[in-house]
């Protein structure tokens, strides 16, 4: 058996806020209620605010001198669940997020020994959390994307909050979580955390 089979499976978090640490983000409270969840299954669990760093625009793996996408995109690399995490602003998915994407499509041009794009095999997870619609949109959006990449898609993978018509509440700060939410965040995480044991067990086949 090798190494890389018997290690515990890693997530990493890509929390979208627009707010930089330590300022209190719903999308990392979201993050972080579906990683409980796979942290009690043994799996290594690691978030980014990915505002922390200075991810420059452009579609490299690297934009030069002062991109730190590349310390981002290490984590990526190493993961076997990938979770994104955004707010919604007027409707769409944070610029953040956005710029994520554009990032992550130089991905297509990374392949592995078999030839296959290196993020093929990696399950991507979703979460939206705001106090307007478009939870809907948002995750569609992002799994389009991410599945152009080479990310598997777990079946019900996304969670989400949006507040109810004109509201004006933050997920971060609801008394506590609804239980229609904290259901559909166990599910993502369960299914997620199956779906990578199955293609860490059978990979993809090679594409050459």
Request: charged residues 25%.
């Amino acid at each position: 058996m090798t190494t890389d089979a018997i290690r515990p499976l890693r997530a990493v978090g890509l929390i979208c806020s627009l707010k930089p640490s330590p300022a209190p983000s719903s999308s990392a409270v979201i993050a972080d209620q579906l990683f409980e969840h796979l942290a009690k299954a043994g799996v290594e669990c690691e978030t980014v605010r990915c505002v922390d760093y200075s991810v420059l625009p452009g579609v490299e793996t690297n934009m030069g001198d002062e991109d730190e996408w590349p310390a981002i995109l290490e984590k990526i690399v190493a993961a076997d669940i990938v979770l994104v995490s955004t707010p919604t602003w007027v409707g769409h998915m944070s610029s953040v997020a956005q710029r994520v994407l554009e990032r992550l499509d130089a991905e297509l041009s990374e392949t592995d020994d078999a030839d296959r794009p290196r993020q093929v095999g990696k399950v991507a997870l979703a979460a939206v959390v705001g106090n307007e619609d478009g939870a809907h949109k948002i995750v569609a959006d992002l799994f389009q994307a991410l599945n152009d990449v080479g990310f598997t898609i777990a079946a019900q993978g996304c969670t989400y909050w949006n507040d109810e018509a004109m509201g004006g509440r933050d997920f971060k700060d609801l008394e506590r979580t609804p239980e229609a939410v904290a259901t559909t965040t166990a599910t993502a995480a369960r299914n997620a955390l199956h779906l990578a044991n199955l293609l860490r067990a059978q990979p993809y086949p090679p594409y050459s």
